[in-house]
């Protein structure tokens, strides 16, 4: 059972557009929902997480929106550049320090950025 | 910021070997490490949660026999891969999680291993 939709698989932006990801999870005992970029070979590494105590935050060109009834979350690359192109993860868990739960990951999406 | 060293980066083995992959946290104590599994162009998959000093936990379709994980230390845990195959072969990533801090989960740069 999936627990963690994401969508779309893959995405294509033009430089200085905005990249939208959008992920929608059914556990609603989730409450830690980081967002990871990975290159390839390479380990994920965490760009922006929120807790469901709000609905956005927004660390410089990263914003992340959340709907907590509707469960859905989604990220927002403002002013995209070529660095940006790698794949994305959403994710979701009981939040880190108050539990062992482990991250159940959306399926990633491919993003490129065209110069 | 919270920091996990993982060795080898990259390994190659024959089939019927077993191979050990290492993950050290190195400015905190990771109370709970995570092992996941990635498939090329998938996701992460969780395998194996383990806690420093007890048996770990394994998910569902993971053989506890063939990935042997050990936790001994709160900065050293190791996932074994005995009697390899080349389905075996994956990107295997871990994650430590230090419960006193809010770093979130912090993971390692990943193992690849191709078993031939």
């Known amino acids: 059972q999936q627990q963690v939709k994401q969508s779309p698989q893959s995405l294509i932006v033009q430089k200085g557009g905005i990249s939208i990801i959008n992920c929608a999870y059914e556990?609603?005992?989730?409450?830690?929902f980081p967002w990871y970029q990975q290159f390839p070979g390479k380990g994920p590494a965490l760009l922006i997480a929120?807790?469901?105590?709000?609905s956005e935050k927004k660390e410089g060109r990263f914003t992340i929106s959340f709907n907590k009834s509707a469960k859905q979350f989604s990220l927002h690359i403002m002013d995209s550049q070529p660095g940006d192109s790698a794949t994305y993860f959403c994710a979701a868990s009981g939040s880190p320090g108050g539990g062992a739960d482990g991250l159940t990951f959306g399926k990633g999406t491919h993003l490129i950025i065209q110069p | 910021g919270a920091v996990v060293s993982q060795h080898p980066s990259w390994v190659i083995c024959k089939s019927g070997t077993s191979v050990k992959i290492e993950c050290r946290s190195l400015?905190?104590?990771?109370?709970?490490m995570f092992w996941y599994r990635q498939f090329p162009k998938q996701s992460l998959m969780l395998m194996a949660t383990?806690?420093?000093?007890?048996?770990?936990?394994?998910e569902q379709g993971v053989e506890k026999d063939k990935f042997l994980i050990n936790h001994a230390s709160l900065t050293l845990s190791t996932l074994t891969v005995t009697s390899a195959h080349p389905e075996d072969s994956s990107f295997y990533i871990c994650s430590g999680e230090d419960r006193g801090l809010s770093f979130g989960y912090t993971f390692g740069s990943g193992t690849r291993l191709t078993v031939v």
């Open positions: 556990n609603t005992a989730f409450d830690y």
């Open positions: 383990s806690n420093e000093g007890s048996k770990a936990t394994y």
């Open positions: 929120i807790r469901p105590d709000v």
């Open positions: 400015d905190f104590q990771a109370t709970t």
